[in-house]
């Protein structure tokens, strides 16, 4: 089982910044290597979907974001350290929620859009932007 730990939650004042990662580990690591799969970052509010906020291709050399986050929040990746990262800008109580990472898509491939693609996650991390 792959395991992906998310930290960098917390309680952030509106306006204010937090950066999120997330790591891999785990005994089966060696067979699904995730420096070689997309990820993405997802997040669910209380009573609302789990969605897609940001992804990245398996080099880095694509990425993508949902409307909501365009233009303050960024993605990255260090496939030496099989982390990925989401540096959260300008952040807005609408913010608030549980944040995940998650693994998947196809190996060497682009950034896959649908929630069922992602086939390892992360337990989450809590985000609190007050106003």
């Known amino acids: 089982q792959v395991q992906l730990v998310e930290s960098g939650g917390g309680l952030v004042q509106a306006g204010g910044s937090l950066r999120l990662s997330c790591a891999a580990s785990?005994?089966?690591?060696?067979?699904?290597?995730?420096?070689?799969?997309?990820m993405g970052w997802f997040r669910q509010a209380p009573g609302k979907e789990r969605e897609l906020l940001a992804g990245i291709s398996w080099n880095g050399g694509s990425t993508y974001y949902g409307d909501s986050v365009k233009g303050r929040f960024t993605i990255s990746r260090d496939n030496a350290k099989n982390t990925v990262y989401l540096q959260m800008n300008s952040l807005k109580p609408e913010d608030t929620a549980v944040y995940y990472c998650?693994?998947?898509?196809?190996?060497?491939?682009?950034?896959?859009?649908?929630?069922?693609?992602?086939?390892?996650w992360g337990q989450g991390t809590q985000v609190t932007v007050s106003s």
């Open positions: 785990g005994r089966t690591l060696s067979s699904y290597p995730l420096n070689i799969y997309p």
């Open positions: 998650a693994a998947g898509g196809v190996k060497y491939g682009g950034i896959p859009y649908g929630r069922s693609a992602y086939e390892h």
